[in-house]
């Protein structure tokens, strides 16, 4: 376990202290993508059910008065399932704009050798190459990763909203 928290520390540092930040940004960015996974698996069935359950319960389906309810609780419920789905979004723009400052960063201190140095030498700028490449790929595979969720979680929350739409459709069919 000691040795995995140092090639971290390791890699970490090749990396700079970008790659710190993006790390964070990364870890938080997939906490709220869990928390939302979390919520359409276990917590939006039970909202979906008391939701046809209260509607079920409405003797009246087909006046103004119930088609406005009906639009509030499928808005209500449409708004639960996109919780934080902007601040996700926003947190995976950001991971290749840290990665871009993480190479400005990284060549900054390449051109800060050279001028050390007054040479083009290789060794002397490969730490600086690290620098500026390891931030730039850990920011495209962190919004890479964070693309695919979000696509799957937005489409995921359009597909229960239109299901519970139909499931409250059914039940004005019945009722008028």
Not at 46 to 69: G, L, P
Not at 90 to 109: D, S
């Amino acid at each position: 376990m000691l040795e995995f928290f140092e090639a971290i520390r390791d890699f970490t540092e090749t990396g700079g202290t970008v790659l710190l930040v993006i790390g964070v940004l990364i870890f938080v960015m997939w906490l709220m993508i869990l928390e939302r996974i979390m919520y359409l698996l276990i917590w939006h069935k039970q909202a979906k059910k008391d939701a046809v359950a209260r509607w079920n319960q409405r003797t009246d389906h087909s006046s103004w008065n119930a088609h406005q309810i009906r639009q509030a609780t499928v808005s209500r419920i449409s708004m639960a399932l996109s919780s934080n789905l902007p601040v996700i979004q926003a947190l995976v723009a950001l991971c290749p704009l840290l990665g871009l400052m993480g190479t400005v960063t990284g060549m900054i201190e390449v051109f800060d050798v050279m001028s050390m140095t007054g040479s083009g030498s290789a060794r002397s700028m490969a730490s600086g190459v690290s620098k500026a490449t390891i931030p730039t790929m850990a920011g495209m595979v962190g919004a890479l990763s964070g693309v695919f969720a979000t696509t799957w979680l937005t489409r995921t929350a359009k597909k229960e909203r239109a299901h519970l739409e139909d499931a409250l459709d059914i039940h004005v069919t019945k009722g008028e």
